[in-house]
């Protein structure tokens, strides 16, 4: 640790293109929340709670109106003004409905699990920063509720815990199809955990701290979107895997598990789980926010406008929601846009394709890093007027040829898939010819196979049977 420590003191180095600012001296929160009073702490905690309700009742009429024009169908249109009433008229209609409970659940279970999936959502939420430091009622405190030093994996952690909301309702339901739906929900979110984490390493090399306000007071100068753009890809493909939607929505597959999970839920307790799966959703795209697109910081161009005055205080917020509902579009055009894959499939990316090569990435961005801090030589390369380290670009460089090297073998390997599935079949196929029946492919035709015909018998031995057939009848006689 205190290698790392001396490492975190001593950063003043760039990033892969020279850009990362300076690192702080500890890996503390950078937010001050010395002039925060309980009753203020209570006030943004409700501020944060009520920012969520109505951006989901938003984002649920956005959804449909989006994907309806997408469709090239009419949205909501009727309950008010451009139907944006009509999530709310379906909040009220689900209070109204029946709560059924099913005659083989586990009732304390079954009741449970809905408020687990819907409340670890918001507590998630806790730790992001939304804005800058403004002041209320007199103090002066950060748009954030609070912060530790290990806030992303506060995050991570709280994320698990909403999965056994999903489990528990399955398992409960004393159903076939909920519990194949959480079972499948269970085995998706270990997989694509795994890949979150670990694509989240890089942010933290780069930063060298895992507190939410350290990482964004890192991007004052760089969002991390650009040095760790393949930790960024890495990130948004698994949030869409965390949160079941389309086209990773297999613990719900209506063609195959009818409703999953949630099948046997109706009235309010199905609206906790619908309102867990978007809240849910502004969780993960509120934490790439402030992993990879400086949190609530301004754009580059516009922070520079009146040395500053559009970014900070209030500014922070406007900022932030604008990239939240950003990774919110991104949601809706997929659902909008891409089929439901396959189950094995899904797993089989996850395993065998995504884990690995986030690994190898965050080994590359390690090597880099103990580079750029001096820990493989002090030699110095100057290019294009930059000074940069001589391990650094040979680091660089070995990576880039190794991912082109494996990029080749990849199109190799593809280029012979394809031959191999376009060859054309034989147009005479012998359907005995590997030991069992098999049928043609269409454009085929059959080789008859030859019957194995007695050999043919002399004439001698032909007219010797004619004479000898009387005989034996008269002997017999």
Request: avoid cysteine; glycine fraction near 10%; charge should be neutral.
């Amino acid at each position: 640790m205190s290698l790392l420590h001396t490492a975190y003191t001593a950063y003043t180095a760039y990033a892969v293109g020279g850009l990362a600012p300076a690192l702080p001296s500890t890996d503390n929160p950078s937010a001050d929340f010395s002039d925060t009073p309980w009753w203020v702490a209570l006030i943004k905690a409700v501020g944060i709670f009520v920012y969520l309700l109505l951006s989901t009742l938003m984002v649920i009429w956005f959804e449909r109106r989006v994907i309806g024009r997408m469709q090239q169908r009419p949205g909501p249109n009727r309950n008010g003004p451009f139907g944006l009433l009509q999530t709310l008229a379906d909040g009220m209609k689900s209070m109204l409905k029946e709560d059924i409970t099913p005659a083989n659940a586990d009732r304390v279970v079954y009741r449970i699990a809905p408020i687990i999936a819907a409340t670890m959502a918001f507590v998630s939420f806790a730790i992001i920063p939304v804005g800058g430091t403004v002041s209320i009622f007199g103090h002066r405190t950060p748009l954030q509720v609070t912060d530790v030093p290990v806030a992303v994996l506060l995050v991570l952690s709280v994320a698990s815990v909403g999965v056994y909301g999903i489990v528990l309702a399955g398992w409960s339901s004393g159903s076939t199809y909920p519990l194949l739906g959480g079972l499948r929900s269970t085995a998706q979110v270990i997989s694509y955990e795994i890949a979150m984490g670990l694509s989240l390493v890089a942010i933290f090399l780069y930063s060298g701290s895992m507190s939410a306000s350290q990482i964004v007071s890192a991007q004052s100068s760089l969002w991390y979107i650009l040095p760790a753009f393949f930790s960024f890809v890495v990130y948004v493909i698994t949030m869409v895997g965390e949160t079941n939607r389309l086209p990773f929505d297999l613990a719900e597959g209506e063609g195959e598990l009818t409703g999953g999970f949630h099948t046997e839920y109706s009235s309010m307790s199905f609206a906790m789980f619908y309102l867990g799966e978007y809240v849910n959703m502004f969780t993960v795209s509120a934490l790439a926010t402030t992993m990879f697109l400086g949190g609530p910081q301004a754009p580059p161009l516009l922070s520079a406008i009146g040395g500053g005055l559009l970014t900070g205080g209030w500014w922070g917020l406007l900022w932030f929601t604008v990239k939240l509902w950003t990774f919110m579009f991104f949601f809706v055009w997929l659902r909008g846009s891409l089929p439901r894959v396959r189950y094995d499939q899904f797993m089989r990316f996850g395993w065998k394709f995504l884990i690995p090569i986030t690994l190898a990435w965050v080994v590359a961005v390690a090597f880099i890093r103990g580079a750029q801090l001096g820990f493989l030589g002090d030699a110095k390369l100057r290019l294009l007027g930059r000074e940069l380290s001589v391990a650094t670009v040979v680091i660089v460089s070995v990576i880039a040829v190794l991912a082109l090297a494996a990029a080749w073998v990849w199109d190799g390997r593809r280029e012979a898939r394809l031959a191999a599935a376009e060859a054309q079949p034989p147009e005479e196929v012998d359907p005995f010819a590997g030991g069992f029946p098999v049928p043609p492919l269409p454009g085929q035709r059959l080789r008859e196979p030859r019957p194995a015909l007695a050999p043919a018998r002399s004439d001698a031995a032909v007219s010797s049977t004619l004479l000898t057939a009387p005989a034996k009848e008269d002997s017999h006689g």
